[in-house]
């Protein structure tokens, strides 16, 4: 049996492949084939459920040393666009959060590598939220957060997310990933955690028994094998620690960065993406259509190459859209059970740890 027969015959069966095989379904297989194959992957892992949750998102700044040529939401300290959220600030996002939105699961925090604020700041910030919302989920702080954070408190990752899970971090979002190749790193994102730091950071977590998020972003200037690489160092990862909960792919909107000139990725090739990341993460039991990303028919359509969670209510969010999304900041719950039903699957609200809620 060739390499191309063998290929299709794992996908359709749900064994594992290799790189080569994955890499021949990606460029060759036609989609609609790999949806099926996918569809029938995230049934073996979640039936006809599809989940969402209610969560709320919070940046704390958008102030960055970082510089990153891919990234449209952050500036330099001076900037007139800049803005860092106080604990005051925080506080009284949460207490509007909680007075306007019913059966809350999760605040969502992912920021900036801010030039002076010291790593006590993020510690109180976390306190904060949890003694206001001792019963919600905090995911907060990517691993590029993290290793920030080591960095101005002369301390070692382990010991960063020792203390701010005492102090009340539940899990982390597992952004900041991009590409874990350096040859793309030095030139997408130079001046923050590297390949090694980011996957340190995310095995420190998991030993730490914190589950966490996987992502990637793609349709810059990678190509279609590191893009796939990618996923085969998660899955890697995932057979080593069992910490990942979800794979998300960010599809790279261009405007308003310095790579503007990049024509943006299509929904075709996001749709092909998420059936082959369904396929070749066999050990991560969710893949997510981020709905804000993708735009909502996409997302929708993404159930059929795969997904099995569509994110969640969000309530804001500035990141994405600094970088030209056009769907809305916040969603519904009748909207996201609207959305799933739709597809003929079943809408189950979970909670940060994918548990059911009733």
């Given at each position: 049996?060739?390499?191309?027969?063998?290929?299709?015959?794992?996908?359709q069966?749900?064994?594992?492949?290799?790189?080569?095989?994955?890499?021949y379904?990606?460029?060759?297989?036609?989609?609609?084939?790999?949806?099926?194959?996918?569809?029938?992957?995230?049934?073996?892992?979640?039936?006809?459920?599809?989940?969402?949750?209610?969560?709320?998102?919070?940046?704390?700044?958008?102030?960055?040393?970082?510089?990153?040529?891919?990234?449209?939401?952050s500036?330099?300290?001076?900037?007139?666009?800049?803005?860092?959220?106080?604990?005051?600030?925080?506080?009284?996002?949460?207490?509007?959060?909680?007075?306007?939105?019913?059966?809350?699961?999760?605040?969502?925090?992912?920021?900036?590598?801010?030039?002076?604020?010291?790593?006590?700041?993020?510690?109180?910030?976390i306190k904060?939220?949890?003694?206001?919302?001792?019963?919600?989920?905090?995911?907060?702080?990517?691993?590029?957060?993290?290793?920030?954070?080591?960095?101005?408190?002369?301390?070692?990752?382990?010991?960063?997310?020792?203390i701010?899970?005492?102090?009340?971090?539940?899990?982390?979002?597992?952004?900041?990933?991009?590409?874990?190749?350096?040859?793309?790193?030095t030139?997408?994102?130079?001046?923050k955690?590297?390949?090694?730091?980011?996957?340190?950071?995310?095995?420190?977590?998991?030993?730490?028994?914190?589950?966490?998020?996987?992502?990637?972003?793609?349709?810059?200037?990678?190509?279609?094998?590191?893009?796939?690489?990618?996923?085969?160092?998660?899955?890697?990862?995932?057979?080593?620690?069992?910490g990942?909960?979800?794979?998300?792919?960010?599809?790279?909107?261009?405007?308003?960065?310095?790579?503007?000139?990049?024509?943006?990725?299509?929904?075709?090739e996001?749709?092909?993406?998420?059936?082959?990341?369904r396929?070749?993460?066999?050990?991560?039991?969710?893949?997510?259509?981020?709905?804000?990303?993708?735009?909502?028919p996409?997302?929708?359509?993404?159930?059929?190459?795969?997904?099995?969670?569509?994110?969640?209510?969000?309530?804001?969010?500035?990141?994405?859209?600094?970088?030209?999304?056009?769907?809305?900041q916040?969603?519904?719950?009748?909207?996201?059970?609207?959305?799933?039903?739709?597809?003929?699957?079943?809408?189950?609200?979970?909670?940060s740890?994918?548990?059911?809620?009733?």
């Open positions: 049996m060739n390499i191309n027969q063998q290929a299709i015959t794992k996908a069966n749900g064994e594992r492949l290799s790189f080569d095989e994955a890499l379904l990606y460029k060759h297989a036609d989609i609609l084939d790999l949806a099926s194959w996918a569809r029938k992957a995230k049934e073996r892992h979640s039936q006809k459920e599809v989940y969402y949750n209610i969560n709320r998102h919070i940046n704390l700044s958008n102030i960055c040393t970082a510089n990153c040529p891919l990234c449209a939401f500036c330099e300290d001076g900037d007139k666009r800049g803005f860092v959220l106080t604990k005051e600030d925080v506080e009284a996002k949460i207490k509007d959060t909680i007075a306007h939105v019913k059966g809350l699961t999760e605040i969502h925090i992912v920021s900036s590598l801010h030039p002076t604020n010291d790593f006590n700041y993020y510690i109180e910030i904060s939220i949890k003694k206001l919302l001792p019963n919600v989920h905090i995911q907060a702080f990517t691993p590029v957060e993290i290793v920030h954070f080591a960095k101005i408190s002369q301390k070692s990752i382990y010991e960063v997310l020792t701010l899970q005492q102090a009340g971090l539940d899990s982390l979002p597992g952004g900041g990933a991009e590409i874990l190749d350096d040859e793309i790193r030139k997408i994102c130079p001046n955690a590297n390949t090694q730091e980011w996957i340190e950071t995310i095995k420190t977590a998991h030993k730490l028994g914190m589950k966490t998020n996987a992502s990637e972003l793609y349709g810059h200037i990678e190509t279609i094998e590191q893009r796939l690489q990618h996923l085969f160092t998660l899955r890697e990862i995932q057979d080593e620690t069992h990942f909960q979800a794979f998300i792919s960010f599809p790279f909107h261009p405007q308003n960065t310095q790579l503007e000139n990049i024509k943006p990725i299509t929904s075709y996001s749709l092909r993406f998420i059936a082959i990341s396929l070749v993460l066999d050990n991560i039991p969710h893949i997510k259509a981020f709905w804000m990303m993708l735009t909502l996409i997302a929708q359509l993404a159930l059929a190459f795969g997904a099995d969670d569509l994110d969640g209510t969000v309530e804001e969010e500035q990141i994405i859209h600094a970088a030209g999304a056009k769907t809305g916040k969603m519904t719950t009748t909207q996201l059970q609207k959305i799933i039903t739709e597809t003929g699957y079943t809408p189950v609200q979970r909670d740890l994918y548990r059911k809620i009733k």
